[in-house]
């Protein structure tokens, strides 16, 4: 017999079978604390029971769930958690999955509780268990530690780092040459490899401060913007489609990435940028570029398959960027709060659903938002385009149409399964029209007008099943869309963007039992997770309060957790190696004194990312070597104590980037819509049922940065997901690195890379014959050949020469023979593809 369902008999045998415990008393520490933290002791069966009981904390496990105690100390037999433990009634039973409680592990259990459930915890502090988990520590700055090297320190960075490195008895790596040092900082500033006269001007510039002047152009770049804007595209889940299903382009989804990179490019404080960003529709008259930021909360994925709960999509919408907020800004899993209090962290289930409700008050809405220039033009033939417009809609009867259309979409919408064929349009609209029912129930006197627009246009293309089957209103919708089409073709157009705003209607939230949106437990109020500070006295209790919070000064989180990924995209790790998770089964900082001094620093210097990125890269720890060392290979195989520089290969923007600007060919335009460079043809056919569409893009666009080929979700760009781009369906704090044979045919096949080899030789030609091997290595590598490298890579071009099967040249160039410059492209080619090309040494 395995147990009694309800617990009686079973103590009475558990009892006879443990005797000790019932007479000796039982240590909370030993006997009952690892139970607690080894199973999942919480019930999330009970729309109104036990939803974020926590038993790493004594007084919350004492107090019980939402309705009542579950420990009753010295009444094990009415205790609610006794009774759960030994259950074996599904639904009821602790813990809900997974391996039961052993008989041993109860009737500690449930001597412990006879025995008055004493609780040896952590000290408290105001009433409220005081965490122990160091990054829930507050802020301290401190002092910089003595070393005997003073010499090779630049920055007090150094100090922290050679003070560990000192009390290993190790000695810190030489400083990288000039070459080396000049290709790191400019592909880690802005993502683009130095040219040749760059290269040669630092070389030969001998002026004590030649680097930090170096660094100070980098980061005058417009150029710093769009490479930092990278990194925060991964944390922003950034896609150019919907994902799911359907996968549709959002034409307008580029209008917020342009607001990233313009924000880092004026160096806007990122306590500014991280407020705008959550929450700039609410701060006072806000300016369309504050709203426009708020579309990082659009990136999350959208559902437009009809069959789907709307409910639920704007759940999993929602529970996405909770989860991102988190992550991002908190560097904790909060997400794992969402089915179930955390495993291991303290933030219970309440937590995470109260963390939500400041997004469960926002609505989706498009604004316009143009680009400098539009304004005038659209101004200018706004009326005649409006005027033409309108005489197109008297003659194809719009306004009637659509009023007939719009009750029955509504009596619909108020009477489902009256009409099976209308409850079809009715869901189909939902899913494909952006707040759809919020449009159709404004009078359309109160519509705005891009409302309004956007309403009559899903109209002419959906009017419904009695229109429908009317051939000749058919056509005629269908010669109205093409015309329609041809007219706006020819108009300016104002750029739209992706924004939220506050709910009209205050919008209830309750907790998911179990993570089922459709379950719903106690309701919540907006409200940080209790282990952090709370919001200051009279802050709102909106995204704005929320964003305020998060960079308030005793936040002990978003320092460190930001100043700790910018240090890792300098040494490709950072010193909390788990960026994304600084929780509990994150790992600890390797240098937890210098990320504080960082974290202090940064919000001491107004949050300023460059004046950040400038210490970390003008300290002598980010200048030295990267040569591997034989006495590290076994004390600090990981460099982990920052000995020496880390070799890291390029992101896989920064290797198309890297080979369009060897070939010459890369268009250096900042910001703008998302191009679609050659891909292997066919691709696109992946697309679910033909609705992905892949045109090459033409001219200059073909040849832009990494940064703004267009990232279809369900079908991606290969070059950027062979090189380890993230899927964005989720946040990605740090990417990783694989090592592919598909990676190398990548770089020799595809169409973009055979271009930049040709790019390449045609600059090569163009050099003196003495030249071009010097001249190749240059404008690929940043550097001169080795004589041995200058000698292979001649008697390469030499074996090329006889090679019938070289690839052609695309144009003929007066003096050279077809087979030289076939030559050049091969040798080009192997230099594209060298592990030096894309690394970052």
């Given at each position: 017999m395995r147990r009694a369902p309800l617990g009686g008999a079973f103590f009475t045998l558990g009892l006879g079978l443990f005797p000790a415990l019932a007479q000796s008393p039982v240590d909370f520490a030993r006997d009952v604390q690892p139970i607690f933290k080894r199973k999942c002791l919480v019930c999330h069966n009970e729309k109104t029971a036990n939803n974020g009981v926590r038993f790493d904390d004594g007084a919350a496990a004492l107090a019980g769930g939402y309705?009542?105690?579950?420990?009753?100390?010295?009444?094990?037999?009415?205790?609610?958690?006794?009774?759960?433990?030994?259950?074996?009634?599904?639904?009821?039973?602790?813990?809900?999955?997974?391996?039961?409680?052993?008989?041993?592990?109860?009737?500690?259990?449930?001597?412990?509780?006879?025995?008055?459930?004493?609780?040896?915890?952590?000290?408290?502090?105001?009433?409220?268990?005081?965490?122990?988990?160091?990054?829930?520590?507050?802020?301290?700055?401190?002092?910089?530690?003595?070393?005997?090297?003073?010499d090779w320190v630049r920055n007090p960075i150094d100090r922290f780092v050679l003070a560990r490195l000192e009390s290993e008895n190790i000695e810190p790596s030489p400083e990288a040459s000039k070459t080396t040092l000049i290709r790191r900082v400019s592909l880690d500033l802005t993502g683009l490899p130095p040219t040749p006269a760059e290269v040669a001007a630092f070389v030969n510039d001998n002026r004590p401060d030649a680097y930090e002047r170096l660094v100070d152009r980098l980061l005058a770049s417009p150029h710093y913007g769009e490479e930092r804007a990278r990194l925060w595209l991964d944390l922003a889940r950034y896609a150019d489609s919907d994902g799911y299903e359907k996968d549709q382009?959002?034409?307008?989804?580029?209008?917020?990435?342009?607001?990233?990179?313009?924000?880092?490019?004026?160096?806007?404080?990122?306590?500014?940028?991280?407020?705008?960003?959550?929450?700039?529709?609410?701060?006072?008259?806000?300016?369309?570029?504050?709203?426009?930021?708020?579309?990082?909360?659009?990136?999350?994925?959208?559902?437009?398959?009809?069959?789907?709960?709307?409910?639920?999509?704007?759940?999993?919408?929602?529970?996405?960027?909770?989860?991102?907020?988190?992550?991002?800004?908190?560097?904790?899993?909060?997400?794992?709060?969402?089915?179930?209090?955390?495993?291991?962290?303290?933030?219970?289930?309440?937590?995470?659903?109260?963390?939500?409700?400041?997004?469960?008050?926002?609505?989706?809405?498009?604004?316009?938002?143009?680009?400098?220039?539009?304004?005038?033009?659209?101004?200018?033939?706004?009326?005649?385009?409006?005027?033409?417009?309108?005489?197109?809609?008297?003659?194809?009867?719009?306004?009637?149409?659509?009023?007939?259309?719009?009750?029955?979409?509504?009596?619909?919408?108020?009477n489902p399964g009256e009409n099976l064929e209308w409850d079809f349009w009715v869901t189909s609209m939902k899913a494909m029209l952006d707040y759809a029912e919020r449009i159709l129930r404004t009078p359309a006197a109160q519509r705005s007008p891009l409302d309004a627009e956007r309403l009559t246009y899903y109209f002419i293309s959906n009017p419904g099943p009695t229109q429908g089957r009317d051939i000749e209103k058919l056509n005629c919708f269908r010669d109205l869309r093409r015309r329609l089409a041809d007219l706006d073709v020819k108009t300016p157009q104002l750029t739209l963007s992706m924004t939220l705003s506050e709910s009209v209607q205050p919008v209830k939230t309750y907790l998911a039992i179990r993570g089922d949106y459709r379950e719903k437990g106690i309701e919540v109020q907006p409200a940080v997770p209790a282990v952090l500070p709370p919001l200051p006295a009279g802050a709102p209790a909106n995204r704005l309060g929320l964003a305020r919070w998060l960079v308030a000064r005793d936040n002990p989180l978003t320092s460190r957790v930001t100043v700790n990924r910018i240090w890792q995209e300098y040494f490709s790790r950072g010193l909390v190696r788990t960026s994304e998770d600084f929780g509990a089964q994150g790992e600890r900082p390797s240098h937890p004194e210098l990320l504080d001094w960082l974290a202090s620093e940064f919000m001491d210097r107004g949050w300023s990312v460059k004046q950040l990125s400038r210490l970390i890269v003008t300290s002598a720890t980010y200048r030295q070597s990267s040569h591997t060392r034989r006495d590290l290979s076994e004390k600090d195989p990981d460099n982990t104590l920052l000995?020496?520089?880390?070799?890291?290969?390029?992101?896989?923007?920064?290797?198309?980037?890297a080979a369009l600007s060897a070939g010459g060919l890369i268009d250096l335009r900042v910001g703008g819509p998302s191009v679609r460079p050659p891909q292997p043809a066919g691709l696109d056919a992946l697309g679910y049922g033909g609705n992905v569409k892949?045109?090459?893009?033409?001219?200059?666009?073909?040849?832009?940065?990494?940064?703004?080929?267009?990232?279809?979700?369900?079908?991606?760009?290969?070059?950027?997901?062979?090189?380890?781009?993230?899927?964005?369906?989720?946040?990605?704090?740090?990417?990783?690195?694989?090592?592919?044979?598909?990676?190398?045919?990548?770089?020799?096949?595809?169409?973009?890379?055979?271009?930049?080899?040709?790019?390449?030789?045609?600059?090569?030609?163009?050099?003196?014959?003495?030249?071009?091997?010097?001249?190749?290595?240059?404008m690929a590598l940043g550097r001169r050949p080795s004589p041995r490298e200058a000698e292979r890579i001649s008697q390469f071009y030499d074996r090329q020469l006889s090679d019938d099967d070289a690839a052609e040249m695309p144009l003929a160039l007066e003096g050279v023979k077809p087979k030289e410059a076939a030559a050049w492209v091969s040798v080009s080619r192997a230099l594209l593809n060298l592990d030096e090309f894309i690394t970052r040494e």
């Open positions: 309705s009542g105690p579950v420990i009753l100390p010295g009444k094990s037999a009415e205790s609610k958690l006794i009774l759960r433990v030994s259950s074996d009634k599904k639904g009821f039973m602790m813990p809900p999955g997974g391996p039961a409680l052993k008989p041993e592990e109860i009737a500690a259990l449930r001597a412990w509780i006879d025995q008055g459930a004493k609780w040896t915890a952590a000290a408290r502090v105001d009433g409220a268990a005081k965490p122990a988990h160091w990054a829930f520590q507050p802020i301290q700055r401190p002092a910089l530690p003595d070393v005997l090297r003073r382009v959002r034409p307008y989804a580029w209008r917020w990435r342009n607001y990233v990179i313009d924000s880092f490019n004026q160096d806007k404080p990122f306590d500014q940028f991280t407020v705008e960003q959550i929450a700039g529709d609410l701060l006072p008259d806000a300016t369309v570029e504050q709203r426009v930021a708020t579309g990082f909360h659009r990136n999350a994925l959208t559902n437009r398959e009809a069959g789907v709960d709307r409910a639920e999509a704007r759940y999993e919408q929602i529970v996405n960027r909770t989860g991102t907020v988190g992550t991002v800004w908190m560097g904790l899993t909060v997400g794992c709060a969402q089915c179930h209090n955390h495993k291991y962290d303290p933030i219970s289930q309440k937590d995470f659903y109260a963390l939500s409700a400041y997004f469960n008050q926002a609505d989706d809405r498009d604004i316009e938002a143009p680009l400098a220039g539009e304004m005038g033009p659209w101004l200018r033939e706004r009326p005649e385009y409006l005027q033409q417009r309108a005489h197109l809609f008297a003659v194809y009867e719009v306004e009637s149409l659509q009023q007939e259309w719009e009750q029955r979409i509504i009596h619909a919408m108020d000995a020496r520089q880390t070799r890291v290969r390029l992101t896989a923007e920064q290797i198309r980037d892949w045109k090459d893009s033409e001219g200059p666009d073909r040849y832009r940065r990494g940064l703004y080929v267009l990232y279809q979700r369900t079908v991606p760009y290969p070059q950027l997901v062979n090189f380890d781009a993230p899927d964005t369906t989720v946040t990605c704090t740090r990417r990783r690195r694989s090592n592919t044979p598909l990676q190398a045919l990548n770089l020799l096949n595809d169409p973009v890379f055979v271009e930049a080899a040709q790019g390449l030789a045609l600059r090569v030609l163009k050099e003196t014959p003495q030249n071009r091997v010097d001249a190749a290595f240059e």
